[in-house]
């Protein structure tokens, strides 16, 4: 017999009709099939109650239409490397929780404006938020050619001409990667963004000509803003450096 055909007769025992006894001798034996009834009730509900939990338990990790796949056992961004979750993984402990946005439709305020394509395996912009407010991390890989073009090899910290000018610019020779540059653009007013927090840029010319640069935000207001700025920078000065010499964010 199956496990549906027990459960069945099961249910048939326990709503089955108990005839009434026409002589009061027969009162006792009225009384044990009582219990008995009552015992088998209580028995079919816990078996019944079982199987409804039982299929409650799969339903909720098993994807419907009998695929089977456990969906606590997929993968999520964090766990592919990949989005949010995988640049996560390559910041520092208490950074703030991190989202990917794009800074493109926020501060133009066009929905579906279209993204820069990416380069690297982490191009694009991610919010952070930390304490109620709302900064920026923004990589982006530019391949050789495009960085020449847009005079992205040449000595950023040596640019005469350039107002306002960028502070504590340095330039660090790493052996084997590089020169990384690291500026700071103080903070300022603007028609869009209508006000633009101070931040932190990091600039990589790798030994291949490509170049990779980290810009490290406050924050702005205006349209498109998330929230109040960052009282500081969502990564110091030395976690910036350490985030632009990771060789995850380079294809």
């Not at 700071?184 to 600039?203: C, T």
């Amino acid at each position: 017999m199956s496990e549906n055909d027990m459960v069945r007769e099961l249910l048939k025992e326990a709503v089955g009709q108990v005839p009434v006894p026409e002589s009061r001798g027969s009162e006792a034996v009225f009384a044990r099939a009582a219990r008995i009834r009552w015992r088998r009730r209580a028995a079919v509900t816990g078996v019944v109650a079982a199987v409804v939990a039982g299929g409650a338990v799969v339903g909720s990790d098993v994807l419907p239409a009998g695929r089977g796949e456990n969906v606590a056992a997929s993968p999520t961004a964090r766990e592919t490397g990949t989005g949010a979750g995988g640049f996560g993984k390559l910041l520092p402990a208490g950074v703030g929780k991190v989202r990917e946005v794009s800074l493109g439709q926020l501060i133009k305020g066009v929905p579906k404006a279209p993204k820069e394509k990416k380069v690297g395996p982490y191009d694009g912009d991610y919010a952070v938020v930390r304490d109620g407010a709302v900064g920026y991390l923004t990589v982006h890989v530019m391949p050789a050619k495009a960085a020449r073009a847009k005079g992205a090899t040449q000595d950023l910290c040596g640019l005469p001409h350039e107002t306002p000018r960028r502070i504590a610019c340095t330039n660090e020779k790493v052996p084997g990667v590089g020169v990384l540059t690291i500026w700071q653009w103080p903070a300022s007013g603007a028609v869009q963004p209508k006000y633009s927090g101070a931040e932190l840029d990091a600039s990589l010319r790798l030994t291949d000509g490509s170049v990779l640069t980290v810009r490290d935000w406050t924050g702005f207001l205006g349209r498109g803003s998330q929230g109040p700025l960052l009282k500081s920078f969502p990564l110091t000065r030395a976690q910036l450096r350490e985030l632009a010499l990771k060789p995850q964010l380079v294809p």
